[in-house]
């Protein structure tokens, strides 16, 4: 069974060898969430800013920026991100380099891509439940408090994430279902009618899915997990 942790993860691999980079796309790309390919170091940084992948896998030596030159910019946006360097090259140099960009792991080709995927699950303690999986292709990373489907970013207005988080992190906590008096006393400052919460969720349902909140008559809202 594939590991849920890697169904979670959008992957980003920058690699100019076409050979190489078909390859590991057919040998560990199923297991991750998404997994995109680029073909040097500006095609790389533009989709890294289009699709914010969790991972970053790179090959140093590139036509028109190198992964060093792109990590540098990557990690510019987003300190975070694991950024892993694949590379001929043994020098010392090189992979002091790859450490002062923040690099966190160096794999010299030829290398077995099980041990690329292996490395990738043990960074699982770098964020742990990070992402969430939701029902009809959804998903919340909680780091971002931001909702997901199909690589596609929903935007919501605040009063919507903080409902979302609610409904999640009671779910987390085994509370399943969130009263509809506890919606209303967390979301909103003055009273509310039950009719302006029911308008509420129905658009909210209207810009995600109907199969994502479960309305449990007389009890309140449960977000559905897949």
Do not use: C, H
């Amino acid at each position: 069974m594939k590991n849920k942790f890697l169904k979670t993860l959008r992957v980003l691999l920058v690699e100019d060898e076409v050979k190489l980079s078909t390859l590991l796309k057919n040998a560990i790309g199923d297991s991750f969430y998404k997994f995109s390919v680029a073909n040097d170091g500006e095609e790389g940084l533009a989709l890294f800013k289009k699709r914010t992948p969790d991972i970053v896998i790179t090959d140093i030596m590139m036509p028109k920026k190198t992964g060093l030159e792109m990590a540098k910019e990557i990690k510019a946006i987003d300190a975070n991100v694991p950024i892993i360097i694949l590379s001929a090259f043994s020098e010392t140099e090189k992979f002091l380099d790859a450490i002062d960009v923040g690099v966190v792991k160096y794999f010299i080709k030829p290398f077995d891509p099980d041990e690329l995927l292996e490395y990738i699950e043990s960074l699982e303690a770098v964020f742990p439940e990070r992402s969430i999986v939701l029902q009809d292709g959804f998903t919340y990373n909680k780091t971002k408090k931001a909702l997901y489907k199909k690589n596609r970013y929903i935007t919501l207005t605040k009063k919507e994430k903080d409902f979302l988080a609610l409904l999640i992190d009671n779910f987390r906590q085994g509370m399943l279902i969130v009263s509809d008096e506890k919606i209303k006393e967390l979301l909103w400052k003055e009273q509310v009618s039950d009719e302006r919460l029911r308008t509420f969720v129905r658009r909210f349902r209207d810009k995600t899915s109907k199969e994502l909140i479960k309305n449990v008559k007389g009890e309140g809202y449960q977000i559905m997990i897949a």
